[in-house]
Protein backbone atom coordinates (compact mmCIF):
# COMPACT_ATOMS: atom_id res chain seq x y z
CA UNK A 1 0.00 0.00 0.00
CA UNK A 2 1.13 3.80 -0.83
CA UNK A 3 1.82 6.14 2.17
CA UNK A 4 -0.63 8.39 3.33
CA UNK A 5 -1.29 11.46 0.19
CA UNK A 6 -2.05 13.85 2.55
CA UNK A 7 -1.93 15.10 5.85
CA UNK A 8 -5.02 14.57 7.12
CA UNK A 9 -7.75 11.99 7.69
CA UNK A 10 -10.42 13.58 6.35
CA UNK A 11 -8.67 13.95 2.96
CA UNK A 12 -7.64 10.30 2.75
CA UNK A 13 -10.75 8.98 3.77
CA UNK A 14 -11.98 10.40 0.49
CA UNK A 15 -9.38 10.97 -2.47
CA UNK A 16 -8.09 7.82 -2.29
CA UNK A 17 -9.95 5.83 -5.04
CA UNK A 18 -8.64 3.22 -7.53
CA UNK A 19 -7.26 4.66 -10.93
CA UNK A 20 -10.18 6.54 -12.52
CA UNK A 21 -11.49 4.37 -16.54
CA UNK A 22 -11.66 5.68 -19.92
CA UNK A 23 -15.31 6.67 -19.06
CA UNK A 24 -13.33 9.30 -16.84
CA UNK A 25 -16.17 8.83 -14.26
CA UNK A 26 -16.34 11.17 -10.38
CA UNK A 27 -17.34 8.60 -8.69
CA UNK A 28 -15.96 4.94 -8.64
CA UNK A 29 -18.17 2.29 -10.22
CA UNK A 30 -18.86 -1.24 -9.02
CA UNK A 31 -16.79 -3.99 -10.16
CA UNK A 32 -19.37 -6.34 -10.44
CA UNK A 33 -17.25 -9.17 -12.15
CA UNK A 34 -16.54 -12.70 -10.65
CA UNK A 35 -12.99 -12.82 -12.52
CA UNK A 36 -10.56 -10.77 -14.59
CA UNK A 37 -9.03 -11.29 -18.52
CA UNK A 38 -5.36 -11.36 -19.15
CA UNK A 39 -3.94 -9.78 -22.46
CA UNK A 40 -2.21 -13.15 -23.14
CA UNK A 41 -1.20 -16.42 -21.62
CA UNK A 42 2.22 -15.47 -20.38
CA UNK A 43 0.67 -12.70 -18.51
CA UNK A 44 -1.86 -14.93 -16.75
CA UNK A 45 1.27 -17.34 -15.71
CA UNK A 46 2.90 -14.82 -14.74
CA UNK A 47 -0.19 -13.49 -12.38
CA UNK A 48 -0.24 -16.83 -10.49
CA UNK A 49 3.05 -17.17 -9.94
CA UNK A 50 2.84 -13.57 -8.43
CA UNK A 51 5.38 -12.49 -10.52
CA UNK A 52 2.98 -9.82 -11.39
CA UNK A 53 0.81 -7.98 -9.47
CA UNK A 54 -3.39 -7.24 -10.80
CA UNK A 55 -6.40 -9.04 -10.79
CA UNK A 56 -7.30 -12.54 -11.54
CA UNK A 57 -10.44 -13.53 -9.44
CA UNK A 58 -12.65 -11.71 -6.77
CA UNK A 59 -12.26 -13.65 -4.00
CA UNK A 60 -8.88 -12.86 -4.21
CA UNK A 61 -8.85 -9.16 -5.08
CA UNK A 62 -11.08 -6.98 -6.76
CA UNK A 63 -11.08 -3.21 -7.49
CA UNK A 64 -13.74 -2.25 -4.96
CA UNK A 65 -12.39 -4.33 -2.17
CA UNK A 66 -8.81 -2.59 -2.97
CA UNK A 67 -9.71 0.68 -2.68
CA UNK A 68 -11.88 0.15 0.56
CA UNK A 69 -8.61 -1.57 2.22
CA UNK A 70 -6.20 0.89 0.98
CA UNK A 71 -8.34 3.46 2.67
CA UNK A 72 -8.24 2.11 5.72
CA UNK A 73 -4.69 1.27 5.67
CA UNK A 74 -3.96 4.79 5.17
CA UNK A 75 -6.95 6.04 8.40
CA UNK A 76 -5.04 2.70 10.26
CA UNK A 77 -1.52 3.65 9.59
CA UNK A 78 -0.60 -0.25 8.66
CA UNK A 79 0.76 -1.25 5.66
CA UNK A 80 -1.30 -3.54 4.02
CA UNK A 81 -5.02 -5.13 5.04
CA UNK A 82 -7.63 -7.49 3.71
CA UNK A 83 -11.57 -7.15 3.58
CA UNK A 84 -13.77 -9.96 4.91
CA UNK A 85 -17.38 -10.52 4.81
CA UNK A 86 -17.78 -9.92 8.36
CA UNK A 87 -16.19 -8.58 11.51
CA UNK A 88 -16.36 -12.26 12.81
CA UNK A 89 -14.64 -13.69 8.97
CA UNK A 90 -12.01 -10.86 10.05
CA UNK A 91 -11.24 -12.08 13.89
CA UNK A 92 -11.51 -15.88 13.05
CA UNK A 93 -8.95 -15.71 10.27
CA UNK A 94 -6.57 -13.40 11.94
CA UNK A 95 -6.38 -15.70 14.61
CA UNK A 96 -6.84 -19.43 12.70
CA UNK A 97 -3.78 -17.66 10.17
CA UNK A 98 -0.93 -17.57 13.32
CA UNK A 99 -2.58 -20.83 15.36
CA UNK A 100 -1.60 -24.84 15.32
CA UNK A 101 -2.60 -27.01 17.76
CA UNK A 102 -0.95 -26.92 21.51
CA UNK A 103 -0.66 -23.09 20.81
CA UNK A 104 -2.40 -20.82 23.31
CA UNK A 105 -3.97 -17.52 23.34
CA UNK A 106 -3.90 -14.78 26.46
CA UNK A 107 -7.62 -12.35 26.36
CA UNK A 108 -9.05 -10.08 27.87
CA UNK A 109 -12.35 -11.70 28.78
CA UNK A 110 -14.59 -8.94 28.31
CA UNK A 111 -15.24 -9.62 24.59
CA UNK A 112 -18.35 -9.76 21.93
CA UNK A 113 -19.94 -12.85 22.51
CA UNK A 114 -18.93 -14.53 19.09
CA UNK A 115 -15.41 -13.81 19.44
CA UNK A 116 -16.17 -15.74 23.16
CA UNK A 117 -17.48 -18.56 20.97
CA UNK A 118 -14.34 -18.71 19.10
CA UNK A 119 -11.88 -19.03 22.16
CA UNK A 120 -14.18 -21.21 24.11
CA UNK A 121 -16.04 -23.73 21.35
CA UNK A 122 -14.64 -23.89 18.29
CA UNK A 123 -10.84 -23.57 18.75
CA UNK A 124 -10.27 -26.18 21.41
CA UNK A 125 -11.44 -28.47 18.68
CA UNK A 126 -7.94 -27.93 17.54
CA UNK A 127 -6.37 -28.13 20.82
CA UNK A 128 -6.18 -24.15 20.97
CA UNK A 129 -6.11 -23.06 24.39
CA UNK A 130 -7.04 -19.42 26.05
CA UNK A 131 -6.65 -17.65 29.01
CA UNK A 132 -8.61 -15.53 30.06
CA UNK A 133 -7.86 -12.19 32.44
CA UNK A 134 -9.34 -9.13 33.31
CA UNK A 135 -8.75 -6.50 30.70
CA UNK A 136 -7.46 -4.04 32.87
CA UNK A 137 -5.22 -6.47 35.07
CA UNK A 138 -1.64 -5.29 34.00
CA UNK A 139 -0.06 -7.91 36.04
CA UNK A 140 -3.02 -10.67 35.09
CA UNK A 141 -2.16 -10.14 31.40
CA UNK A 142 1.62 -11.37 32.37
CA UNK A 143 1.57 -13.64 34.90
CA UNK A 144 -0.94 -15.24 31.76
CA UNK A 145 2.26 -15.73 29.20
CA UNK A 146 3.25 -19.08 28.88
CA UNK A 147 6.29 -21.09 26.63
CA UNK A 148 3.27 -21.81 24.23
CA UNK A 149 1.33 -18.69 24.11
CA UNK A 150 1.56 -16.96 20.51
CA UNK A 151 -1.79 -14.60 21.12
CA UNK A 152 -2.78 -11.48 22.81
CA UNK A 153 -6.55 -10.34 21.94
CA UNK A 154 -8.47 -7.56 23.06
CA UNK A 155 -11.15 -5.11 22.54
CA UNK A 156 -10.94 -1.59 23.37
CA UNK A 157 -13.45 -0.46 24.22
CA UNK A 158 -15.18 -3.70 24.97
CA UNK A 159 -18.29 -5.04 24.19
CA UNK A 160 -20.67 -3.89 26.23
CA UNK A 161 -18.71 -2.80 29.34
CA UNK A 162 -17.10 -0.50 28.00
CA UNK A 163 -13.82 -1.13 29.96
CA UNK A 164 -10.41 -0.51 28.53
CA UNK A 165 -7.45 -2.23 27.82
CA UNK A 166 -3.69 -0.49 27.98
CA UNK A 167 -2.59 -0.51 24.73
CA UNK A 168 0.92 0.59 25.47
CA UNK A 169 1.55 -1.97 28.21
CA UNK A 170 0.39 -4.59 26.04
CA UNK A 171 2.31 -3.81 23.19
CA UNK A 172 5.49 -3.72 24.88
CA UNK A 173 4.45 -7.31 26.86
CA UNK A 174 3.70 -8.90 23.04
CA UNK A 175 7.21 -7.46 21.75
CA UNK A 176 9.08 -8.50 24.95
CA UNK A 177 7.40 -12.43 24.46
CA UNK A 178 7.58 -11.99 20.60
CA UNK A 179 3.74 -12.55 20.40
CA UNK A 180 1.10 -11.16 17.97
CA UNK A 181 -1.20 -8.47 19.56
CA UNK A 182 -4.26 -8.16 18.13
CA UNK A 183 -6.94 -5.36 18.90
CA UNK A 184 -10.59 -5.22 17.90
CA UNK A 185 -10.65 -1.57 16.72
CA UNK A 186 -14.81 -1.28 16.07
CA UNK A 187 -16.11 0.37 18.88
CA UNK A 188 -13.58 3.47 18.11
CA UNK A 189 -12.83 3.04 14.68
CA UNK A 190 -9.24 4.63 13.07
CA UNK A 191 -10.82 7.79 13.90
CA UNK A 192 -10.58 8.07 17.64
CA UNK A 193 -8.05 5.67 17.97
CA UNK A 194 -4.87 4.01 16.19
CA UNK A 195 -3.66 0.93 18.45
CA UNK A 196 -0.71 0.15 16.01
CA UNK A 197 0.44 3.58 17.75
CA UNK A 198 1.05 1.54 20.73
CA UNK A 199 2.36 -1.65 19.51
CA UNK A 200 -0.89 -3.60 18.39
CA UNK A 201 0.68 -5.41 14.77
CA UNK A 202 -2.97 -6.72 13.72
CA UNK A 203 -5.78 -4.81 13.64
CA UNK A 204 -10.14 -5.89 13.41
CA UNK A 205 -12.79 -4.18 11.86
CA UNK A 206 -16.34 -5.09 11.90
CA UNK A 207 -17.13 -2.79 8.89
CA UNK A 208 -20.85 -3.21 10.13
CA UNK A 209 -20.58 -1.09 12.78
CA UNK A 210 -19.75 2.49 13.04
CA UNK A 211 -17.78 2.42 9.36
CA UNK A 212 -20.72 1.55 7.44
CA UNK A 213 -22.96 4.08 9.93
CA UNK A 214 -26.32 3.25 8.18
CA UNK A 215 -26.85 -0.68 8.75
CA UNK A 216 -27.10 -1.71 4.97
CA UNK A 217 -24.15 -3.64 4.73
CA UNK A 218 -22.15 -6.41 6.44
CA UNK A 219 -18.20 -6.31 6.27
CA UNK A 220 -15.09 -6.90 7.79
CA UNK A 221 -11.12 -5.85 7.74
CA UNK A 222 -7.90 -7.28 8.89
CA UNK A 223 -5.00 -4.65 8.44
CA UNK A 224 -1.16 -4.90 9.45
CA UNK A 225 2.19 -5.20 7.96
CA UNK A 226 2.82 -6.70 4.64
CA UNK A 227 4.39 -9.54 6.31
CA UNK A 228 1.67 -10.86 8.74
CA UNK A 229 -1.03 -9.43 6.10
CA UNK A 230 0.88 -11.56 3.47
CA UNK A 231 0.73 -14.48 6.29
CA UNK A 232 -3.18 -14.03 6.48
CA UNK A 233 -4.04 -13.73 3.20
CA UNK A 234 -2.14 -17.01 2.01
CA UNK A 235 -5.11 -18.35 4.59
CA UNK A 236 -7.88 -16.54 2.95
CA UNK A 237 -7.23 -17.16 -0.46
CA UNK A 238 -8.00 -20.45 0.14
CA UNK A 239 -10.94 -20.26 2.70
CA UNK A 240 -12.43 -17.02 0.36
CA UNK A 241 -14.21 -15.03 3.49
CA UNK A 242 -14.29 -12.81 0.90
CA UNK A 243 -16.28 -9.75 1.21
CA UNK A 244 -18.33 -8.19 -2.30
CA UNK A 245 -17.33 -5.54 -4.77
CA UNK A 246 -21.16 -3.88 -3.88
CA UNK A 247 -20.14 -4.30 -0.06
CA UNK A 248 -17.18 -2.77 -0.59
CA UNK A 249 -18.18 0.07 -2.79
CA UNK A 250 -20.67 1.06 0.25
CA UNK A 251 -18.08 0.70 3.15
CA UNK A 252 -15.81 2.76 0.58
CA UNK A 253 -18.40 5.40 0.25
CA UNK A 254 -19.22 5.26 4.12
CA UNK A 255 -15.71 6.43 5.02
CA UNK A 256 -15.45 9.86 3.20
CA UNK A 257 -18.09 10.96 6.28
CA UNK A 258 -16.72 9.17 8.96
CA UNK A 259 -15.26 11.59 10.68
CA UNK A 260 -18.28 14.02 11.16
CA UNK A 261 -20.37 11.19 11.83
CA UNK A 262 -18.05 10.40 14.40
CA UNK A 263 -18.07 13.52 15.89
CA UNK A 264 -22.04 13.64 16.19
CA UNK A 265 -22.14 10.52 17.47
CA UNK A 266 -19.12 11.32 20.22
CA UNK A 267 -21.07 14.77 21.10
CA UNK A 268 -24.54 13.29 21.69
CA UNK A 269 -22.66 10.19 23.60
CA UNK A 270 -21.16 12.53 25.69
CA UNK A 271 -24.41 14.61 26.42
CA UNK A 272 -26.69 11.51 27.04
CA UNK A 273 -24.05 10.19 29.43
CA UNK A 274 -23.71 13.34 31.74
CA UNK A 275 -27.57 13.28 31.42
CA UNK A 276 -28.10 9.56 32.75
CA UNK A 277 -25.07 10.28 35.24
CA UNK A 278 -27.07 13.08 36.96
CA UNK A 279 -30.37 11.02 36.95
CA UNK A 280 -31.41 9.33 40.18
CA UNK A 281 -33.58 6.41 38.56
CA UNK A 282 -29.68 5.25 36.81
CA UNK A 283 -27.49 3.12 39.27
CA UNK A 284 -24.47 3.43 37.15
CA UNK A 285 -23.24 4.70 34.02
CA UNK A 286 -20.18 3.99 31.45
CA UNK A 287 -18.93 6.16 29.24
CA UNK A 288 -14.69 6.54 28.38
CA UNK A 289 -14.81 10.06 28.18
CA UNK A 290 -16.93 10.39 31.94
CA UNK A 291 -14.40 11.45 34.36
CA UNK A 292 -16.66 8.64 36.72
CA UNK A 293 -14.94 6.08 34.44
CA UNK A 294 -12.40 4.04 36.25
CA UNK A 295 -9.92 4.31 33.35
CA UNK A 296 -10.93 8.11 31.87
CA UNK A 297 -6.89 8.71 32.12
CA UNK A 298 -6.54 6.08 29.69
CA UNK A 299 -8.78 6.88 27.48
CA UNK A 300 -7.79 10.31 27.49
CA UNK A 301 -4.42 9.05 26.20
CA UNK A 302 -5.82 6.08 23.80
CA UNK A 303 -9.04 7.36 22.13
CA UNK A 304 -8.91 11.47 20.74
CA UNK A 305 -13.00 11.02 22.01
CA UNK A 306 -15.31 8.64 23.98
CA UNK A 307 -17.05 6.80 21.37
CA UNK A 308 -20.32 6.47 20.21
CA UNK A 309 -21.30 3.57 22.84
CA UNK A 310 -23.28 4.36 26.45
CA UNK A 311 -23.69 1.83 28.86
CA UNK A 312 -25.99 2.63 31.93
CA UNK A 313 -27.43 -0.01 34.54
CA UNK A 314 -31.25 0.05 36.21
CA UNK A 315 -32.51 -1.69 38.82
CA UNK A 316 -35.09 -4.56 38.69
CA UNK A 317 -33.25 -6.60 36.53
CA UNK A 318 -34.31 -8.43 33.44
CA UNK A 319 -37.63 -7.57 34.13
CA UNK A 320 -37.09 -3.47 34.59
CA UNK A 321 -34.94 -4.23 31.58
CA UNK A 322 -37.68 -5.46 29.39
CA UNK A 323 -40.26 -3.01 30.30
CA UNK A 324 -37.85 -0.62 30.00
CA UNK A 325 -36.80 -1.59 26.02
CA UNK A 326 -40.42 -1.82 25.24
CA UNK A 327 -41.22 1.47 26.77
CA UNK A 328 -39.13 3.31 23.79
CA UNK A 329 -41.10 5.25 21.15
CA UNK A 330 -37.79 6.22 18.77
CA UNK A 331 -35.11 3.71 19.72
CA UNK A 332 -34.77 0.89 17.68
CA UNK A 333 -34.64 -2.57 19.43
CA UNK A 334 -31.75 -4.24 17.36
CA UNK A 335 -28.31 -5.79 18.31
CA UNK A 336 -26.73 -3.92 15.80
CA UNK A 337 -24.44 -0.28 16.35
CA UNK A 338 -22.95 2.23 15.04
CA UNK A 339 -26.12 3.59 12.81
CA UNK A 340 -27.27 6.65 12.26
CA UNK A 341 -30.32 5.69 14.24
CA UNK A 342 -30.01 5.47 17.99
CA UNK A 343 -30.15 1.46 19.10
CA UNK A 344 -31.06 -0.57 22.53
CA UNK A 345 -29.50 -3.56 23.43
CA UNK A 346 -30.29 -5.61 26.72
CA UNK A 347 -26.71 -7.78 25.74
CA UNK A 348 -27.23 -10.77 29.06
CA UNK A 349 -30.23 -11.60 27.03
CA UNK A 350 -29.14 -11.41 23.63
CA UNK A 351 -25.66 -10.12 22.25
CA UNK A 352 -23.88 -12.15 25.29
CA UNK A 353 -26.57 -14.52 25.91
CA UNK A 354 -24.21 -17.62 25.58
CA UNK A 355 -22.10 -16.88 28.11
CA UNK A 356 -22.90 -18.41 31.45
CA UNK A 357 -24.45 -16.18 34.30
CA UNK A 358 -20.90 -16.31 36.06
CA UNK A 359 -19.48 -15.23 33.36
CA UNK A 360 -21.69 -12.20 32.12
CA UNK A 361 -20.76 -11.28 35.58
CA UNK A 362 -17.33 -11.34 35.69
CA UNK A 363 -17.37 -8.40 33.09
CA UNK A 364 -19.75 -6.25 34.50
CA UNK A 365 -22.60 -7.78 31.95
CA UNK A 366 -25.86 -7.59 34.89
CA UNK A 367 -29.48 -8.35 34.18
CA UNK A 368 -29.73 -4.72 34.07
CA UNK A 369 -27.32 -3.64 32.05
CA UNK A 370 -28.71 -1.55 29.05
CA UNK A 371 -26.12 -0.56 25.67
CA UNK A 372 -27.10 2.38 23.83
CA UNK A 373 -25.26 3.03 20.68
CA UNK A 374 -25.90 6.91 19.84
CA UNK A 375 -26.85 8.08 16.90
CA UNK A 376 -27.50 11.36 15.18
CA UNK A 377 -30.85 12.04 15.63
CA UNK A 378 -31.27 15.59 17.65
CA UNK A 379 -29.61 14.83 21.87
CA UNK A 380 -33.23 16.09 23.07
CA UNK A 381 -35.60 13.67 20.88
CA UNK A 382 -32.81 10.90 22.10
CA UNK A 383 -33.17 11.94 25.63
CA UNK A 384 -36.65 12.86 25.79
CA UNK A 385 -36.99 9.44 24.56
CA UNK A 386 -35.36 7.63 27.15
CA UNK A 387 -36.65 9.37 29.85
CA UNK A 388 -40.70 8.63 29.40
CA UNK A 389 -38.91 4.87 28.88
CA UNK A 390 -37.18 4.97 32.22
CA UNK A 391 -39.82 6.21 34.18
CA UNK A 392 -42.80 3.89 32.61
CA UNK A 393 -40.14 1.27 33.73
CA UNK A 394 -40.13 2.05 37.51
CA UNK A 395 -43.93 2.17 37.72
Known amino acids: ?53 GNIYSRYSNPNNDEFIKKLCLLEETEDGISTATGMA ?17 SSRSLFGSTHQILTKILPRWGISHTYVD ?48 VDNCFATPYLQNPVKFGAQLICHSATKFIDGQGRTLGGAILGS ?30 ETLPVRMDKHCENAMILAEHLAKSEMVKTVKY ?42 MLSITSNLGDTRTTITHPS ?7 TQEEREAVGITDGLIRISVGLEHIDDIISDINQAIEKSAK
Request: charge should be positive.
Open 135 to 182: IDNNDAWQKAVMPQTKILLAETPSNPGLDLCDLEFLGKLALKNNLLFI
Open 90 to 106: AIFHALIAFLRSGDHII
Open 288 to 329: PYLKSHPQYKLAKKQMSQGGGLVSFELDGGIKRCRKFIDSTK
Open 349 to 355: TTTHSKL
Open 1 to 53: MDKKKYSHFETNAIRTQVERSGQKEHSVPIFATSSFVFNNSEEARAMFAQELE
Open 226 to 255: KDIITEVRSLTRQTGPSLSPFNSWILSKSL
